[in-house]
């Protein structure tokens, strides 16, 4: 036995085998821990099932009529057959009939207008709005009336620039 098996699981030994029966010598240890995760699971979903029919049948215990039932019912539930070939090729006959509507586009992939792209380049730019100097001088006449006894130096405090955002789209450069 290899080393760390002798306290394994009995359940975890089976996965393993099972993977070495199949040709996977090579995988990670937490393999064989989801595969067990997968057939408690399993076998906890069709128990639970067997264990409705057998209550639906007013019977006492679980017997193998209902697990058998319950394993059919996963079977039909998780797989299921495609149809068969006459009838998909039936199927594909009368689609084809239908003709495709003709291409108003020229060749390539059309493609939106480049106004209503996501991925169209643009920029957004931040330029201060100026004031004007009459403004400007407002501004200083009405701190003055607001209090005249402010000294000279708070007085000369730069104009405050209020910024104004502006975004176009980049046009091609002629070659």
Same mark, same amino acid.
């Given at each position: @036995? ?5 306290? @394994? ?12 029966? @199949? ?10 821990? %989801? ?15 067997? %264990? ?23 079977? /039909?539930?998780?797989?299921? %057959? ?11 006959? /009368? ?26 380049? /643009?920029?957004?730019?931040?330029? +201060?709005?100026? #004031? ?16 005249? /006894? ?7 405090? +730069? +104009?405050?620039?209020? +910024? ?8 091609? #450069?002629?070659?």
């Amino acid at each position: @036995m290899a080393e760390g098996e002798e306290d @394994m699981p009995r359940d975890a030994k089976i996965v393993k085998s099972l993977l070495k029966s @199949m040709g996977v010598e090579d995988y990670e240890p937490r393999v064989v821990h %989801q595969f067990l995760e997968l057939w408690y699971r399993y076998v906890v979903d069709v128990l639970t099932d067997a %264990q409705v029919y057998s209550e639906h049948a007013n019977k006492t215990a679980i017997d193998c009529d209902d697990v058998k039932l319950a394993i059919q019912s996963k079977v /039909n539930f998780s797989f299921s %057959q495609p149809p068969p070939r006459e009838v998909l090729l039936e199927l594909a006959r /009368n689609r084809n009939k239908i003709p495709l509507p003709k291409s108003i586009a020229g060749p390539g992939i059309p493609l939106p207008p480049e106004q209503d792209t996501l991925i169209s380049p /643009n920029y957004q730019l931040a330029i +201060p709005k100026k #004031r004007t100097a009459q403004a400007i001088e407002e501004t200083e006449e009405d701190e003055e009336i607001a209090d005249p /006894n402010q000294s000279q130096e708070q007085k000369t405090d +730069p +104009p405050q620039l209020t +910024p104004q955002r502006v975004s176009f789209p980049l046009a091609k #450069r002629p070659k």
